[in-house]
């Protein structure tokens, strides 16, 4: 089917003119494609990372080595998608590279903002594994990631405890292949989710 703009829009759930690059918690979800359970499996509570579910979780804690002003909160790799909570922290230790400047410009992406960090995060890890599994060019990832900007601590401590309890709670997942049709967006379920 072509692509018709009147009917294949997405609508992005981001806040408009917010400037991602800011100090701040980010509480990120990012999916694979079709929802594929690739990192491993959940027995009696606990993941169990695959060798790609490895390589996923070595390039998500890489992201604050690579990255000085970004702290790698509470994450959990979950078969087919992760939970990552990233802080941005507002230092005046930043390289040239964090430099740049924080609002994206002719749609060219922002330096150390969570869209390029998620962008570059799915990039790295997908050549990584499709190198593994000899499938040079196959998408490993959903288009999009959900993020939420994490607004005060309690909200901050309720995220957390749901990361660190989501392998627990995989038979009651959303993202769960046997649940995914009681739901119909994921943007939806973390709306009720953390609303206050």
Same mark, same amino acid.
């Given at each position: 089917?072509?692509y018709? *703009?009147?009917?294949?829009?997405r609508?992005s759930?981001?806040l408009k003119? $917010?400037d991602?690059?800011? =100090?701040? =918690?980010?509480?990120i979800t990012?999916?694979?494609?079709? #929802?594929?359970c +690739?990192?491993?499996s959940i /027995?009696?509570?606990e993941m +169990?990372?695959? =060798?790609?579910? /490895?390589?996923v979780?070595?390039?998500?804690?890489?992201?604050?080595? !690579?990255?000085?002003?970004?702290?790698?909160?509470?994450?959990v790799?979950?078969?087919?998608?992760?939970?990552?909570?990233? /802080?941005?922290?507002?230092?005046?230790? #930043?390289?040239?590279?964090?430099? =740049?400047?924080t609002?994206?410009?002719?749609?060219?992406p922002?330096s150390?903002?969570?869209?390029? !960090?998620?962008?570059?995060f799915?990039s790295?890890a997908?050549k990584?594994?499709n190198? +593994?599994?000899?499938? *040079?060019?196959?998408?490993?990832?959903?288009?999009? $990631?959900? &993020?939420?900007?994490?607004?005060?601590?309690?909200?901050? &401590?309720? !995220?957390?405890? $749901?990361?660190?309890?989501?392998?627990?709670?995989?038979?009651?997942?959303?993202?769960? *292949?046997e649940?995914?049709?009681?739901?119909?967006?994921?943007?939806?379920?973390?709306?009720r989710?953390f609303?206050?």
């Amino acid at each position: 089917m072509r692509y018709h *703009p009147d009917i294949h829009h997405r609508r992005s759930i981001r806040l408009k003119d $917010y400037d991602y690059s800011q =100090a701040g =918690a980010y509480f990120i979800t990012i999916c694979t494609k079709n #929802r594929e359970c +690739l990192f491993g499996s959940i /027995v009696n509570g606990e993941m +169990l990372l695959s =060798a790609w579910g /490895v390589i996923v979780k070595n390039e998500w804690l890489r992201t604050s080595i !690579i990255r000085p002003n970004i702290v790698v909160d509470e994450f959990v790799l979950m078969p087919n998608h992760l939970h990552g909570i990233l /802080v941005i922290v507002d230092t005046d230790c #930043r390289g040239t590279l964090q430099r =740049a400047p924080t609002v994206e410009r002719f749609g060219k992406p922002t330096s150390n903002s969570i869209p390029t !960090i998620v962008r570059l995060f799915k990039s790295t890890a997908t050549k990584q594994i499709n190198e +593994l599994r000899k499938t *040079p060019g196959e998408p490993l990832w959903q288009r999009n $990631y959900y &993020e939420r900007i994490i607004r005060n601590e309690r909200e901050l &401590e309720r !995220i957390r405890k $749901y990361v660190i309890n989501d392998p627990l709670k995989w038979s009651l997942d959303i993202e769960d *292949p046997e649940r995914q049709k009681d739901y119909q967006n994921t943007a939806e379920y973390f709306k009720r989710m953390f609303e206050e």
